[in-house]
């Protein structure tokens, strides 16, 4: 051993050699398009442009047969499944809100006692936070794998889809203040905005956009599949029709208490908003810098609230995604430009699909409605009252569960499990109603048909209630100012698109069946990272075009 050296410079070459051959790629992009069906791929196809959708499609790998499979199917569960690889059952983030027994109130699932940076206005103990995400996310374990050096933007008009996609660490996690038409985040994250994010909110971009009026992009010939029938609209809480006709005006009519950029965040042009910050996020925010990647996570929710407002067939929603294309072709721009053509990795999906609107679909003799809170809630306690003594037995009905009074319960002596069961048994024999299980089945079976399992994938026994509801296709609880809602474990509501595009990711498409909770592992596989910790889902290893 008189030479030693030789021997340990081999080792260090090695490894170098070795990691090189990891083949990262510089960054990887996530794009969620919030409430966005696979259908509006081929519906919309030919008006889109070259550079966006079509340029994922034709350059990428397209995946039609990808499903969430839980229930509820809400934006703030559908960001937190995707990211960290598994369902609500195990990583916490069972609704929007969710209901503590023990204070007998629901919580929005960010919510927390941070302060709101990013805003000229002081909101102290307003601050949201990742908290109650209880498992680890991919952008989690890219952080820890890289001892916190890679760079992880997470940025998106609503606070949660920001917040649940950007995990724990995440570097800058912002989100739009409908107040401001600022980009803020949370004391949670930083005491102040970056650089960039901060000089971003100084050109007011918001303002602009509200002076502008949403006009269609194209002309009549582009929409002539559209159904513009003014007596399918939303109505909202103080009786207003929310009428589909266009131009609709940014600016709120005058001592409106709406928040100023409301109809903004209402409107496709606060997707362009967020797709200038993103561009802004790629130039200037470090990402795809250095040896680690970077991840940057963008969820574009303007689809979602004219999705609701107008359905899924209206002129508006055909609009919104004709802009959103535009956006997309500006981004990849962009990301070709600064990152690189082949150096980075980008995935397109959605947090949860959409039904079509009841009535219309009544109108043409398919069975569908609304069920309403007030009547399903009296429902069960009238039902409760009358096969038991008159109590207070219902606490809320919350994401389609019933949370009963289980201190009534006991002190009346009453299994639990069976007031459960006889309640549920009810409830299955009303219109619009198709299943109801309760928490004592829930934890004591293992379901494999497609709905139970479903229920079951989002039941946490901790956090979820007495009885879970399953509608029949086509019904759901009416949601306040809304002409449709999802949440459902019906195809409308699981089924969403699934695109592959950039850094050694093969050309073509498939109608192979995978979950949402596929995508985790998938980029862990991608990025050579250990999977988020509580991931039930496989790697898509057929995306690999690597040869
Ligand atoms: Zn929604």
């Not at 009519?253 to 903004?264: F, Q």
């Not at 069920?371 to 429902?379: A, D, F, N, Q, S």
């Not at 306690?381 to 109590?391: H, P, Q």
Request: aromatic share 12%.
């Amino acid at each position: 051993m008189r030479k030693p050296y030789p021997f340990i410079v081999l080792l260090i070459f090695a490894s170098i050699t070795g990691f090189a051959q990891l083949n990262r790629p510089k960054l990887v992009v996530g794009i969620v398009v919030d409430q966005m069906r696979p259908d509006y791929l081929t519906r919309f196809y030919d008006q889109f442009g070259q550079g966006g959708f079509k340029r994922l499609m034709a350059e990428g790998y397209t995946m039609w047969d990808v499903h969430y499979n839980y229930i509820p199917t809400y934006t703030g569960p559908g960001h937190a499944s995707i990211y960290s690889g598994t369902t609500p059952r195990y990583h916490g983030i069972t609704g929007n809100d969710i209901y503590y027994r023990e204070r007998k109130k629901s919580e929005y699932c960010v919510n927390d006692t941070f302060n709101v940076v990013g805003n000229s206005v002081a909101e102290t103990g307003k601050g949201l936070s990742p908290r109650r995400l209880i498992a680890t996310n991919i952008c989690d374990e890219l952080k820890l794998c890289t001892s916190g050096k890679s760079t992880i933007i997470s940025i998106s008009l609503k606070d949660r889809a920001a917040i649940l996609s950007g995990g724990h660490m995440a570097d800058c996690v912002s989100w739009f203040d409908q107040k401001t038409g600022n980009f803020v985040t949370s004391s949670y994250y930083a005491g102040q905005l970056p650089a960039w994010l901060s000089t971003f909110n100084d050109r007011n971009l918001a303002f602009s956009y509200i002076n502008e009026k949403w006009t269609p992009l194209y002309g009549s010939s582009y929409y002539s599949d559209c159904i513009t029938d003014t007596t399918i609209c939303a109505v909202t809480k103080t009786g207003e029709k929310v009428l589909p006709r266009f131009p609709h005006d940014l600016q709120l009519p005058l001592n409106s208490k709406e928040a100023t950029y409301s109809l903004l965040y209402k409107s496709p042009l606060a997707n362009s908003l967020l797709t200038d910050l993103a561009i802004e996020a790629i130039k200037n925010g470090n990402l795809g810098k250095g040896e680690n990647p970077g991840f940057l996570a963008i969820s574009y929710s303007s689809t979602d609230v004219v999705g609701h407002l107008y359905g899924p067939h209206s002129k508006e929603i055909k609009d919104t995604y004709l802009r959103l294309d535009q956006d997309l072709d500006r981004l990849i721009t962009t990301l070709d430009q600064a990152i690189g053509k082949g150096n980075y990795v980008l995935f397109l999906t959605a947090d949860h699909g959409i039904p079509e609107v009841p009535q219309y679909l009544a109108s043409r003799k398919v069975p569908a409605g609304y069920l309403y809170h007030k009547p399903l809630i009296k429902l069960a306690a009238d039902f409760l009252d009358g096969s038991y003594t008159a109590g207070k037995w219902v606490d809320t009905l919350i994401n389609d569960q019933f949370y009963l009074n289980r201190k009534l319960i006991s002190e009346k002596g009453l299994d639990l499990a069976a007031v459960q069961a006889r309640l549920a048994n009810y409830l299955m024999q009303q219109k619009g109603i198709a299943f109801a299980y309760t928490a004592a089945e829930m934890k004591e079976g293992e379901f494999t048909s497609k709905l139970a399992m479903a229920v079951q994938n989002g039941f946490q026994p901790k956090l979820s209630g007495d009885v879970m509801l399953v509608m029949e296709p086509g019904f759901f609880e009416y949601e306040e100012g809304y002409l449709v809602e999802h949440g459902s474990g019906y195809n409308y509501d699981t089924n969403v698109p699934l695109i592959w595009f950039g850094q050694n990711i093969k050309k073509g498409e498939s109608w192979q069946l995978h979950y949402i909770t596929d995508i985790a592992p998938t980029l862990s596989m991608i990025l050579r990272i250990k999977y988020p910790s509580a991931s039930i889902g496989n790697p898509i290893v057929e995306i690999n075009g690597q040869k």
